[in-house]
Each structure stands twice: as structure tokens, then as C-alpha cells.
């Protein structure tokens, strides 16, 4: 069982260019999300989807955009990279959403925009 | 007041030391606590939720101080894998979203 699935693990972007962080999840979880955590810092929510074809925007989704097409797939898009995107990415799930507290985390993706 | 606040720490304590952390909230109104535990550039983990009365898992106790509007942990006999990050997580205003703290760092050293 391989839970949440997150890739790349690493990515250097140049300012500018755009890339797609992939997600999937084989647990049957209709609740999915997608985080960033800078160093010392909290998760903050980006953006959340409650089953296919749903998207909600979190507390920071500027510059970023989402689709939910499948219920184990989410993948989060950043468009025109900026530095301040550095950050680590982390995607969630969870089966009956946040109220019970317990969502499932992918590895990470740590990305560097320079 | 933020929505969650913790003190960063580190706490470095010895095995075998029993250790405590605190953590207030804002949203009087919200009515699900929860402890996450986060190894050094790992994914969080749900730790324990907090339940009105306390509950506790081994060595681990969790309690909720609603008037005070703060949760804490207490970990007793640390041991060296007790070593990571704890995050407390509360509901937001609108009750619709998570939020983390930024966590509390533990050491334990032998």
C-alpha cells in the first residue's frame, strides 16, 4: 500500500518557469490537499479538493492552480516560478476530511527557485 | 492573538526526563485538537487528537484547557526516538481547514 505519493522529491526552478507537482493516492480518499511548509514555519494550505472535479482555494493560493480530474490524482501547477516559492510541498489526503484530523502525507517535494 | 502559537524550543532534555508543551489557539469556537509529530525533513504525522477530558497513549497525554484556550503534551520517559518536531493543529475561524503551529522542537540525548 503506498499511500500518498508525491514527485519530483527535488526540483531547481529558474525564475520564470513553470512546473507541475504530481500527486496520487491509492487509499480511496475523496479529501485532498496540498501544503507548503517554509523553514520554521507551519503547513499552510494552498489548496484543497473534496472529490473529482472540486477545487477549493486554501489560505495561499497565489500563484498556483490545481485540478482534480480523478479521485487519486491531484496535482498542484506553479506558474511563472518566483522566489518566494521556495518551499517544501506537501500533499495530503484524508477520507472523511479534516474533522477527524488525521490526513495522510506524501514524502515531500522540496523546490528552489533561483 | 495568532491561531496557533507554540514555543519553538528546542527542548533538550535526557532519557528518561518527562517533558511538557504548550500551545494556545484563537477559535474559541473550535472543537477538534490534534498533535502532529514531524522527524527532521519528514512528512507530519498524526501524533493524538486532544480529547475534552485528556486522553493518553502510553506515555504520551494530551490535555484541552478550553477556558484558557490551550492544549498541551506531556511526554513522560523520553526516549531518544522521541526526538522531532511537534505541531499543534487546531481548526481555523470558519472551521473549515486546519492550521498547524509551527511546532515545537525535542531533543533527547542519552
Known amino acids: 500500500n503506498a499511500g500518498v505519493t508525491q514527485t519530483p522529491k527535488f526540483r531547481i526552478l529558474k525564475i520564470g518557469q513553470s512546473m507541475t507537482l504530481q500527486c496520487t493516492q491509492d487509499?480511496?480518499?475523496?479529501?485532498m490537499y496540498w501544503y507548503r511548509q517554509d523553514p520554521g514555519m507551519g503547513l499552510k494550505l494552498i489548496y484543497y479538493?473534496?472529490?473529482?472535479?472540486?477545487?477549493d482555494k486554501g489560505e495561499v493560493p497565489n500563484g498556483y492552480n490545481v485540478s482534480r480530474s480523478t479521485t487519486e490524482d491531484f496535482p498542484l501547477r506553479l506558474e511563472l516560478a518566483a522566489p518566494s516559492q521556495t518551499s517544501v510541498y506537501f500533499c495530503?489526503?484524508?477520507?472523511?476530511?479534516?474533522?477527524?484530523?488525521?490526513?495522510?502525507f506524501g514524502e515531500g517535494s522540496r523546490l528552489t527557485v533561483l | 492573538r495568532k491561531e496557533v502559537e507554540q514555543d519553538p524550543g528546542p527542548f533538550n532534555v535526557p532519557e528518561g526526563a518527562t517533558v511538557a508543551f504548550n500551545c494556545t489557539y484563537s477559535?474559541?469556537?473550535?472543537?477538534?485538537f490534534f498533535w502532529y509529530r514531524q522527524d527532521c525533513r519528514k512528512e507530519p504525522k498524526l501524533l493524538m487528537s486532544?480529547?475534552?477530558s485528556g486522553n493518553e497513549d502510553g506515555r504520551f497525554t494530551a490535555q484541552l484547557n478550553r477556558a484558557s484556550q490551550y492544549i498541551s503534551l506531556l511526554i513522560r520517559d523520553s526516549k531518544l526516538s522521541d526526538s522531532a518536531t511537534y505541531l499543534c493543529?487546531?481548526?481555523?475561524?470558519?472551521?473549515?481547514?486546519?492550521?498547524f503551529g509551527k511546532g515545537t522542537t525535542l531533543s533527547v540525548s542519552s
Open positions: 495530503a489526503s484524508s477520507y472523511e476530511g479534516q474533522t477527524t484530523g488525521e490526513l495522510f
Open positions: 487509499m480511496n480518499h475523496n479529501y
Open positions: 479538493s473534496v472529490g473529482a472535479g472540486i477545487t
Open positions: 477559535n474559541s469556537a473550535s472543537q477538534s
Open positions: 486532544v480529547y475534552s
Open positions: 493543529v487546531v481548526f481555523n475561524q470558519a472551521g473549515t481547514a486546519l492550521i
